[in-house]
């Protein structure tokens, strides 16, 4: 595991499988998040000088030579709203997540280049040009994937300290606080472990002291984190058979989680549907696990798990393949 700023750990996460090249209200929220994530890398690092409740940024930090670019970017923009440059804990973060666009696209560039630089996050063909519409059209839409191995190896570190009975990092009470304002708790823990996360979230509250001042904060807009709910309940109707039904009369309104792969043969048993499923994607460049074949197989692409769900569109031509439906956490 690569030793990683908390906010790079945390972009490994919120960056995955958004795309890169527009700024959808999905990145935005992770990105208001990502700000936030500096103040509190700072905050871990003693970088602020704490009088009472009031947090002032030291005057070297800036100036230190293993300041990332990132950092930088959010500070010096904090800094010009406040000659004084004091503030709570709560303010820093709201003020650091309610920084405008464009200084969010700054930072977006800044975290993803220390990334690549560590070859541990990419762009690629987004899942959505495997599908038949966007293929066909020939419409190009980029996305970001972390590395499979990293990103694995943070997920599982969050879920292992949390779920587990022990000890509770600081970094881990941070990223636990990123993922419930970012709306990313449910891509981590399935629904039974969420009601574990909470009562060890409220317990963190109670005895530690960073989680007691955290925790009761709340940075995320209403409207933004709505509409990313808004595709989220989406997102979880596909994943019953009557939310498939749905999804498959409605796939523009989230086509990304009802991607519809054409294939050539009409009608090709499991096996060589699977062949021909997992040939389209890695042709794009994303990287297919076969985690359970059969009738309906699993698959695992980049970093997200499916279900692989024959399916046909029916026009002139019938038109036979497969949908590609994210698979929830049991």
């Not at 009088?51 to 930088?72: P, Y």
């Not at 409605?250 to 062949?275: C, G, K, T, W, Y």
Request: proline residues 4%; contains cysteine; aromatic residues 8%.
């Amino acid at each position: 595991m690569t030793d990683l700023q908390l906010t790079q750990s945390f972009s490994m996460l919120a960056l995955n499988a958004q795309r890169s090249l527009e700024m959808i209200t999905a990145k935005k929220v992770a990105l208001r998040c990502i700000a936030a994530a500096v103040i509190l890398e700072v905050y871990l690092d003693q970088g602020f000088t704490q009088t009472k409740n009031q947090l002032a940024l030291k005057k070297d930090v800036l100036e230190q030579s293993h300041t990332m670019l990132f950092q930088e970017i959010i500070l010096k923009s904090l800094a010009r709203q406040n000659a004084k440059k004091s503030w709570d804990l709560r303010d820093w973060l709201k003020r650091a997540s309610m920084l405008p666009g464009s200084t969010l696209k700054k930072l977006e560039q800044a975290v993803s280049g220390s990334l690549k630089e560590l070859g541990l996050l990419e762009e690629i063909p987004h899942l959505l040009g495997c599908d038949l519409y966007f293929d066909s059209a020939g419409v190009n839409i980029k996305e970001y994937r972390s590395d499979i191995q990293e990103y694995s190896s943070i997920s599982e570190n969050i879920r292992a300290e949390i779920l587990e009975d022990g000890p509770v990092t600081d970094e881990t009470i941070c990223m636990l606080w990123l993922l419930r304002e970012s709306g990313c708790m449910h891509d981590f823990f399935s629904r039974n472990e969420l009601d574990i996360v909470s009562a060890r979230m409220y317990k963190l509250y109670q005895g530690a002291p960073l989680a007691k001042a955290l925790y009761p904060i709340r940075i995320h807009r209403g409207i933004e984190l709505a509409a990313k709910q808004f595709f989220r309940m989406k997102k979880g109707a596909v994943k019953t058979q009557v939310g498939s039904g749905l999804n498959f009369l409605f796939p523009i309104l989230e086509r990304s989680q009802a991607v519809f792969i054409d294939l050539e043969a009409m009608f090709s048993n499991p096996a060589a549907r699977l062949h021909d499923v997992k040939q389209r994607l890695e042709s794009k460049g994303h990287t297919v696990t076969v985690l359970q074949e059969g009738q309906i197989p699993t698959i695992k692409i980049d970093n997200i798990v499916y279900q692989a769900i024959p399916h046909a569109i029916y026009g002139r031509v019938p038109i036979h393949g497969v949908r590609l439906i994210p698979k929830p956490l049991i």
